[in-house]
């Protein structure tokens, strides 16, 4: 299975930018997908999810701002406006998933993530 990120840069205060994350390989089912971010000296913090069933959930610090969709089954963006210095991080795509029928099979996989930077 892999997990790859796209999208990331440098972009102004009150800027937007859009991440991308395509699951491959050896997957039977997602259950959800979601985008963590680690700044310098801070542990991983999830700030948006979605189950396979639609349902998102936010981080407080990026609700209203932030927003996660799926483009089809193994695919999910994060459209991040009105960007702050505080978002700065490194973005990082996680998968929850099963590689076959049994439950068993049930993994999390992370991306190599993509830096974001915001500039003031």
């Known amino acids: 299975v892999r997990v790859v990120e796209s999208g990331g840069g440098l972009v102004q205060s009150g800027g937007s930018l859009r991440l991308s994350c395509v699951a491959s390989g050896d997957i039977f089912s997602v259950e959800s997908m979601g985008w963590y971010r680690q700044a310098g000296g801070k542990q991983r913090e999830l700030i948006a999810s979605v189950a396979g069933g639609g349902r998102t959930n936010y981080a407080d610090s990026v609700k209203g701002r932030f927003t996660i969709s799926k483009d089809n089954v193994l695919t999910v963006t994060l459209q991040m406006t009105s960007l702050q210095v505080d978002d700065t991080a490194v973005y990082y795509c996680?998968?929850?998933?099963?590689?076959?029928?049994?439950?068993?099979?049930?993994?999390?996989?992370w991306g190599q993530g993509t830096q974001v930077t915001v500039s003031s």
């Open positions: 996680n998968v929850d998933l099963r590689t076959g029928p049994n439950w068993r099979t049930r993994g999390t996989y």
